[in-house]
């Protein structure tokens, strides 16, 4: 329900001729949208850092596709907009389907899938913005990603249930426990006919509560005949503070971390062992995404001889995490002197363009590394 759907749905108290508004929208809701969302775009932030290589018959080769994925999807959309888009879909709804209309691909919001056992699935009413496809789709003429068997979403609301109800309580107790109240002896010349009595109340109820809701310095004359004595003065405050509360809302990030697979602490921005943490997070949180994403195209874009001859798009999810360019000049090195990268393909390795020259495309092995055939002569 929309906050207008529940305002016009007569959420209103009339009061005398004036009207006023109860907002009445439990504050710990907020706790898990907060943590969801900012799971949701931790992950969908790394996947746009992501980049798609193409590759034809096992060499880089920029084309249509690379375009595609790279720089401008669709005619609305960029790049960056568009695996944002896909990514979040991904995960607040479990699943997404794209569709290619004139070379161009577009996330579709809503559609209805048949699905079958011995042969395509089918898509009808398929939805993008404001127009509907007025045909159906086969499953090899759509991308369709699933990411789990079940939304992930759902199963974290089942769980915060319970802490919804832990959060109240502790907020609710925090401020009781942080709250005056008073005794207030009311004298005999007091008048107690209505009209007397209504005055009285007034003072009591909204004089009084602005006296002690002043921030700043506050006069209030006390009138003969009332006497206000504190009514938990000689009571031990209770041992909590909003550390306590805070601590359940760590626990609701905790478990909201642990069902989208982020290393809890990289959600709450700790830098402690952030270099450890960000490869637990490409590991089992990004790159099953990414593998995701790079099958289902392959299968749909490549036939298979195409792709059993090396043509395929891969997401390469290395350059997420920021390197020192220091820290990989060793290991750059030994991947050109052993021969397993050529120059180009280390440049790529590090986000650089490629030389595309014929030195740069070239294979070195350095005489230090030699073939077991060739060590066994040399032995003779």
Known sequence: ????????????????????????????????KLAIDSS?????????KSRFRTLEKGKIKKGEVHYLFNVKPNKNQNASEFIHN???????????????????????DSWERKEFAMKENLYNKVTIGDFTFDKSFNESEVFYFKLNNENIT???????NSYAKLLSASMSTFKKKNSKKFFVKIGSAFSQQDEDQEDLSELLSEQFKKFFNSEGDALWPLQEGLEFEEA????????????????IVDDIFDFVAMAFHIPKGLLKGDVADVGEMTDNFLTFCINPIAELLADEINSKM????????GTRLVVDTRLIK?????????AVDKFLLSGTHNIDENRDMMGEEPLNEDFSTKYYVTKNYASSEEIMKGGE
């Open 86 to 108: 896909f990514t979040s879909n991904l995960l607040y709804n479990n699943k997404v389907l794209a569709v290619m209309q004139d070379k161009e691909l577009y996330i579709a």
């Open 322 to 330: 920021s390197v020192d360019i220091s820290v990989m000049a060793n």
């Open 232 to 247: 938990d003065k000689n009571i031990t405050p209770a041992n909590m503070t909003s550390r306590d509360i805070r601590a």
């Open 302 to 309: 490549y036939t298979k001889s195409e792709y059993l001859e």
């Open 1 to 32: 329900m929309s906050f207008f759907d529940w305002f016009l749905n007569g959420n209103i108290v009339k009061n005398g001729s004036l009207e006023v508004c109860n907002f009445d929208i439990p504050v710990e809701l907020f706790y898990k």
């Open 154 to 160: 759902k199963v974290i609301d089942g769980l915060y």
């Open 40 to 48: 949701v775009n931790l992950i969908a932030n790394a996947m746009v």
